[in-house]
Each structure stands twice: as C-alpha cells, then as structure tokens.
C-alpha cells in the first residue's frame, strides 16, 4: 500500500522535519545516504522504534511518473525490527500536512468519504499522481 511510504524526513542542518515533495528527488539524493548524510528518519531520529537520536541516513526513491511515488527509504539493514508501524507513518504525514497548512491538502470535493462529527470529521484523501500532493491518507476537516 502506497500510504505507508516513508515521505517525512528531518534535516539535521536546519533541524527541520521535510517532506519529500518539498524538493526534487536529486537534491535528497545529494542530502541522504552515502552522500551528506543529513537527511534522516524522522522517526529514529524522534526515539519512535529506536532509541532517540538514532542516525539513519535517508534514501530517495521512486520516481516522477513512476509505479511508485517518491519516497524516502532506510538504507538496507538499518530499518528498525519490523520497520515503522503504518500509524506512525500516517501520524507524522498528517502532522505534516496540518503544518503546512490548507493549501496543502486536499478539498473536500477530491476527498472519497469523511465521517465522524459535525464539528470534526476525518476525511480519507484521494490517491493523486501528483509528486507534491499530500500523502497522509487522513486530513481533519474542522467546521
């Protein structure tokens, strides 16, 4: 399932959690592993199913127009046991995507179902081709 990509990173230079969609594919190559190595995982590094601080450099992958949409991978071997749990994955992509703001996520129009609510309502996104659409499969919808 395309959802559970890992798309959020944290750059240890600017100490700042990035989104694969932010910049184009080489530059993350450039940042990541074998490289400058200061892209890395956002949860190792954050203690979530490592011990805090844990370094591990980034790969990009993927490819615009692609089978598989950009994304950041671990380099082999140094993913945690079990790799990431997939709400973790989708936690910290909707937290991302309630940071950057509306503009970011979809309408309510691209958006397949919501339930939950009146005030609040969960809203399952749309799959897009789209390198920069959000990747959270979640967005909440507050009115």
């Given at each position: 399932m395309q959802d559970d990509l890992l798309v959020v990173g944290f750059d240890l230079e600017t100490r700042t959690e990035v989104h694969i969609g932010d910049r184009p594919l080489e530059q993350w190559r450039t940042l990541g592993y074998g490289r400058r190595e200061t892209v890395v995982c956002f949860y190792c590094w954050h203690g979530?199913?490592?011990p805090a601080a844990t370094k591990v450099p980034l790969l990009a992958?993927?490819?615009i127009g692609g089978l598989v949409r950009p994304h950041f991978a671990h380099p082999a071997n140094m993913a945690p046991p079990g790799g990431h749990t997939q709400?973790?994955?989708w936690h910290i992509n909707?937290?991302?995507c309630l940071a950057v703001g509306p503009a970011a996520c979809p309408t309510s129009a691209e958006c397949g179902w919501s339930s939950g609510p009146s005030s609040v309502t969960a809203v399952r996104t749309s799959t897009s081709s789209s390198p920069t659409a959000p990747v959270s499969p979640w967005r909440l919808s507050v009115s």
């Open positions: 979530i199913g490592a992958r993927g490819r709400e973790t994955v909707a937290k991302h």
